[in-house]
């Protein structure tokens, strides 16, 4: 009996050791890989917006992701200069006063594209049937919007 309970004690200590083992060598090489945030330095004078972007990427290891249509419509010129700057500082700047915007994914990678613009409509009108009856609890789609309804109360939008 003493023999199994001291196995037993053995096991479960040891399966505790080995739990904490992994656990602070994941949070050591996870705490790592988010302080090692790519660092540039950049110098542009009068250069645009896709040719400074083309750059960053280059020096940051192509970790941008950008359509060069959508960032060639960006007429801006930009004059800029960072030295030992983290990759997305450095994205921000050169996108600051365009029509372009970035965000940072979890895996590192730099999405660039063009600015949402969200435009507020008001719809107002009335829904029947044929005989001009109003339809309670209707739902009304917007054309050439996605994801957009509109219930009604008493066919009165």
Do not use: W, Y
């Amino acid at each position: 009996m003493k023999k199994r309970l001291k196995t037993k004690v053995f096991l479960e200590l040891s399966c505790a050791f080995l739990f904490l083992g992994v656990s602070l060598f994941s949070s050591t090489s996870l705490f790592a890989q988010q302080k090692e945030a790519k660092v540039i330095s950049v110098d542009f004078k009068d250069v645009s917006v896709l040719r400074a972007l083309h750059e960053i990427n280059r020096l940051s290891g192509d970790l941008l992701s950008f359509q060069e249509e959508v960032v060639m419509k960006e007429t801006k010129k930009i004059t800029l200069k960072r030295e030992n700057v983290a990759v997305i500082e450095v994205v921000k700047a050169c996108l600051e006063g365009t029509g372009l915007q970035c965000s940072e994914q979890a895996n590192g990678r730099i999405l660039i594209g063009a600015k949402q613009v969200s435009k507020l409509i008001e719809v107002s009108g009335r829904v029947t049937d044929e005989k001009g009856n109003p339809i309670a609890g209707a739902t009304v789609l917007i054309q050439g919007l996605r994801g957009v309804s509109l219930p009604t109360r008493k066919g009165v939008t």
